[in-house]
């Protein structure tokens, strides 16, 4: 697998390989958190979420962390396949209290490489 | 279930003249959302309806951006007169209720020239 920093506009992984991406969120009153997926020329796609009372989360291929400590969220894809690659948005709802009014984080673009 | 529909995909006009575009959600979300999403950035909150009052308006440009839902179903959002930086896509969401994830529709690119 790859790790990357906190924020990176680009992450390269090989197909097969698990991927990381990060997110740093800044409210921490927020209390629901969404990973979208973007391909090019559509909308966000909903991926997975966590509310503030879990730090991790798993769905099918993909797995959502969340360390409230240091305010910083992650999505592990396993086995990377091409038709993962997107961009990646992390999502928080900073008013609390639900999924409405969500602020987007600027993105990590996946490139899956043969 | 039949997604987020908008449109129309694509819409290309002059500063100064007007736009709208239309957004139907997904049946029986009583939530609908517009965002803008510039370039290589994350979408932006325009504007939340909640059935067919506003919500949240905090970050519309109100002095040229309006939206209505007014029968709490499809919403139309409008720009009048448009600027070069409102060149970006506008993304419709709607969900369930404010508790439940936002599903997006696949958005209308607006270029200024």
């Known amino acids: 697998g790859e790790s990357v920093g906190l924020h990176l506009p680009t992450l390269s992984v090989q197909e097969g390989d698990n991927s990381i991406i990060n997110c740093a969120y800044s409210?921490?009153?927020?209390?629901?958190f969404i990973w979208y997926k973007q391909e090019s020329g559509k909308g966000p796609q909903f991926i997975i979420d966590?509310?503030?009372?879990?730090d991790k989360r798993q769905g099918q291929r993909v797995t959502v962390l969340l360390n409230k400590t240091v305010k910083h969220l992650s999505l592990q894809i396993a086995a990377t396949q091409p038709g993962d690659s997107a961009v990646y948005f992390c999502?928080?709802?900073?008013?609390?209290?639900?999924?409405?009014?969500?602020?987007f984080g600027k993105g990590t673009h996946l490139i899956i490489q043969p | 279930e039949a997604g987020v529909a908008q449109s129309p995909r694509y819409k290309i006009i002059e500063k100064r003249q007007s736009v709208a575009f239309w957004c139907n959600p997904i049946?029986?979300?009583?939530?609908l959302y517009w965002y803008q999403q510039i370039l290589g950035q994350g979408p932006k909150l325009l504007i939340q309806?909640?059935?067919?009052?506003?919500?949240?308006d905090s970050q519309l440009p109100k002095d040229r951006f309006s939206a209505e839902r007014l029968k709490g179903v499809d919403s139309t959002l409008k720009i009048q007169p448009a600027k070069l930086e409102d060149s970006a896509v506008y993304l419709c969401a709607s969900s369930l209720d404010w508790d439940s994830p936002l599903h997006f529709g696949n958005g209308t690119r607006l270029t200024v020239t």
């Open positions: 049946s029986g979300h009583a939530t």
């Open positions: 999502a928080e709802n900073m008013r609390g209290g639900g999924a409405d009014g969500l602020t």
């Open positions: 966590i509310r503030s009372n879990m």
């Open positions: 309806f909640q059935n067919n009052g506003v919500v949240d």
């Open positions: 409210n921490s009153a927020s209390d629901y």
